[in-house]
């Protein structure tokens, strides 16, 4: 991967002084993904923004651009090298992330994020391709590891960091601790990264980047927007709409794909067995994983009082566990493959799950730690064991199509995850609402007062909502059952041989 350039610059013929630099990248554009989200509130009152579905868009846009981008990364990481792409990805977010540290209003800020996601969007899937790259079969679990340890710590320990930072400085502060750490890494990128490789006759076609910008930004928003209560969630009609136009419109790109000589991103990986399964379980576990990072923070924050800093606080030892493990569960991969550490992995979660499914307005703090904990340990032993299983199977020219399709469908299943969960929890909560308040009404002796009336609302709206939670955490350890037993057909895969004489070539030496 590193090579003598010109014969004047010496190079170790070890890819890690390159990884170590993108792995740095990677960590502060993965952090700041869940950095604000704690922040949205002081934001609001800030630049004095009355809805919350309108802050909500520094979530969503985030979000649309990573999932408008990463489709294309596959064309991105063929026809440039390592260097150009790394330099374009921490430029743009190193831009976003000082716009958004001085923004002096609500757009501007926006406009800060959008920038910053248009440069996270290429990282992960830029980085992933280089770890599966750059080691040999035998050594990438290990390699992969390292990867999890930047992908899922980084964003786990974003809200802990961010409540702390919140309870102490201006909202702000978020964004000026990042930027010059990514002004750093620019720095060190520049002048350290001297990867060669051959050039490639690939041409990007156009009405593919349309289409697939339409689809899958229509089905993330189509989504998103559903999850959105404040707008009606499924009772709003943009939301058909757009799912409808986005539907359409992914369903011609994939045709397209399969038309073209250099598809933009080729859905012949998913003649690869192992790879399809591995996408499905990814699918649901992901789904599945944001049933606590969304319904955590309601049940802490809007039904227990507990302050962001101490909800922060309490997910913190599971960031922790997940931190240790990734490198941990990427040996045991290289020793003992896949299957194993996810049937593991997935029964600690699913029960873990369940235990959430009891919560109850009395559950202690110390509890809740605990029960986290253990089920992020379970979930560190499955997204990359999986994913990585997977992709192995995969010949090395339908690499990169590989890990942009997985980051694709991260992006995809999160939203529809967020915003099934986010529909089963106000629905049930209603239902709940209302059988108990008939039920408490009949048992009173008499009329209840205006006051009593009030008191007794609160109580059973506190009661509601904690149930209609646990209903969606029952949902999602149904979800995880179903990857359980997708998991039992997985074998360990072997790289496939490269792309056959009788197959479309898909990319061209010039």
Known sequence: ??????????????????????????????????????????????????SPS?????????????????????FLIQRFSVRHLFLTAVGLFTAGTILGGFAFSFPML?????????????MMPLLMN???????????????????????FAPAIGPTLSGWIIGRYHWSMLFHIIW?????????AFFKLKDKKERIAINLDVLS??????????????????GDLQKGGW???????????????????????????????NFQVYRYPMFALASVISVAVNMAMFSAMLLMPIYLQMIRGITPLDSGLLMLPGAIVMGIMSPITGKLFDKFGAKILALTGLSITIVTTYFFSQLTLETSYNTLILM??????????????????????????????????????????????????????????????????????????????????????????????????????????????????????????????????DQTPMVQKA
């Open 1 to 50: 991967m590193i090579k003598n350039i010109k014969g004047r610059s010496r190079q170790s013929n070890s890819p890690l002084g390159m990884i170590a630099i993108l792995l740095t990248g990677a960590f502060v554009a993965f952090l700041s993904n869940t950095l604000l989200n704690i922040a949205l509130p002081s934001i609001m009152e800030d630049f004095q923004i009355e």
């Open 110 to 122: 926006l406009a800060g994020r959008m920038i910053q996601a248009s440069g996270a969007a290429i």
């Open 130 to 152: 280089v770890m599966l790259t750059s080691f040999p079969v035998e050594k990438r679990g290990s390699a992969m590891g390292m990867f999890g340890l930047v992908m899922i």
């Open 372 to 501: 986290y904990t253990f089920r992020m340990f379970g979930m560190s032993m499955v997204m990359m064991p999986i994913m990585t299983n997977g992709l192995n199977q995969l010949p090395p020219s339908y690499m990169p199509h590989g890990t942009a399709m997985n980051s694709t469908l991260s992006q995809v299943s999160g939203a529809i995850g967020t915003a099934l969960l986010v529909t089963i929890m106000s629905n049930r909560t209603k239902i709940h609402i209302e059988t108990m308040m008939e039920s408490a009404l009949s048992k009173l002796p008499a009329k209840p007062t205006a006051e009593e009336l009030q008191t007794l609302t609160q109580e059973i709206s506190a009661k509601g909502t904690v149930e209609g939670i646990n209903d969606s955490f029952l949902v999602s350890a149904g979800i995880i059952v179903l990857a359980l037993l997708l998991a039992m057909f997985i074998k360990r895969a072997k790289p496939s041989a490269d792309i056959t004489s």
């Open 54 to 74: 309108t802050v909500q868009w520094l979530t969503t846009a985030y979000m649309l651009i990573n999932g408008i981008m990463i489709p294309s990364t596959a």
């Open 180 to 188: 010059p750490i990514a002004l750093l890494v620019l720095v060190l």
């Open 209 to 226: 980047i349309v289409l697939s910008s339409i689809g899958f930004g229509g089905i993330l928003y189509g989504f998103s927007a559903a």
């Open 235 to 265: 009772n709003n009609a943009e939301v058909y709409i757009t799912l409808f136009i986005g539907a359409i419109a992914l369903l011609y790109f994939i045709l397209r794909q399969f038309k073209l000589k250099q598809p933009m991103l």
